[in-house]
DNA sequence: CGGGTAAGGAGACAAAAGTCGCAGACTCCG
DNA sequence: CGGAGTCTGCGACTTTTGTCTCCTTACCCG
């Protein structure tokens, strides 16, 4: 199975390409399916392949010593993982797990380097993936140390349900999960949920959480 | 004044780069000289050069609404900074301060645009550059999210003492800086150093801290 | 050299977060 | 359908961190 052509059309790492040169580039991926929990990446190991994730979803994190997990992200179609490894040639600095059955398209090291040679313009696009990266990365490290945890899931949630619909979150996330997101323990979250609750933020419901005042969400943030 | 040669020579950004090369993208470079406390750059303000430093101290560190203060990187001479805005065309993700009197070197972001069309190479070297500043990143996650405050101290001992001697580091960080640094309150820094005294690691003299224990140290990380 | 400012030490207390234990509800598969 | 495993809720308790206040010391600048 070839890469769908719509992913690398709209992957940032090829605009600027004329379509010719994106066929070209097309035939270097591979398909891989994985199916839920299933690890698709080790922290530490060596990084050989660049992804694109073509459908499902994946969550970057790492693991602490205790077993604690904190994500780095939670990726959707289209967007890419284990860049860092394929371009600087150290280990993966983190783990990617399936959340859902998923498809990604991985691309090897050596053909990424002949890319990068090949069209310059492409070097310039992964400079503007990496400074977005880096953005998201100083933006969770400000919501670690200058935000509460109840702070902390109110933008979880309202990036969620942004994505997913303001109602009904079609693919719910677990407290564990949520959890991990934010860097703090299950109980935490259950705890702070309540407290969005009583304070007529959120709805907490059989399986889905209902976004009640959005603007009282947007100012814990 | 021009850049120092060896600025150049020795900046990741260039490498790869022929002598006459690098002579060229010189006369790029204007100097900047900043006292002691000076701010060089707000965060959130438009982002329009690139800066190396020449010699000197300087914080990167991003302000939360309350006045809390986390610091992202202490850099030295060599290390750059405000890539990021320059390459994406943002608003600046965090401000700088001159930790001591410092010159700099700043260009351009339209010579960066046109460094980057005419050597490729140099492109290279930039995703190369954010791939370390990633997994800085990523690490100082992880140390907010898994690691207690005395750990974190420990470890910003360790690498202090690495750049700046054993037994005395000259330039002393204060309680304060440790503070900002490890995303804490300065009368924990101060608490945590006397454990760390007390269980045999440091010793806290008069201006110093003395590493008595390295392993115990970096057991503790 | 003197005074103002920054830095550091300490104790008491408050708040936030983490931990533990257990029980009930749900769900996913075989 | 049933049972194992997951998810959730909740209360009690501990630990860690944050905050406040006050005092002493060091140091820098004029």
Redo the contacts between chains.
């Keep these: 199975m070839p890469v769908p052509a719509e992913l690398i059309e709209t992957s940032p790492y090829f605009s600027g390409l004329a379509p010719q040169e994106r066929d070209k580039l097309k035939g270097l991926f591979f398909e891989k399916s994985v199916s839920k929990s299933e690890v698709i990446l080790w922290e530490g190991e060596p990084g050989d392949a660049l992804y694109i994730l073509g459908t499902g979803r994946i969550k970057i994190f ?1 693991t ?3 077993g ?1 997990e ?1 994500v ?1 992200r939670v990726m959707r179609a289209g967007d890419s993982f284990n ?2 490894p394929v ?2 040639g ?1 280990p993966n ?2 783990s990617a797990m399936a959340l859902e059955d998923s498809v990604i398209y991985g691309i090897h090291r050596g053909d990424v380097q002949h890319i ?2 090949d069209y ?1 313009q492409v ?2 696009n ?3 993936v ?6 998201d ?2 933006s ?3 919501d ?3 935000r509460h945890v109840t702070a902390r899931l109110a933008k979880i949630l309202l990036e969620h349900a942004v994505q997913f619909g303001e109602e009904s979150p079609e693919r719910r996330l677990t407290q564990q999960q949520m959890a991990a997101m934010i ?1 703090t323990a299950r109980e935490m979250v259950g705890r702070s949920l309540k407290n969005l609750e009583t304070m007529g933020a959120i709805r907490v419901e059989r399986q889905k959480i209902i976004i009640v005042n959005r603007e009282m969400l947007q100012r814990l943030v």
């Design positions: 790492r602490s010593a205790e604690k904190q780095l860049e860092v371009f600087d150290g600095p983190a990068l040679k310059p070097s310039i992964v400079i503007r990496f400074s977005r990266r880096l953005r990365m100083v969770l490290v400000e670690l140390s200058f860097g």
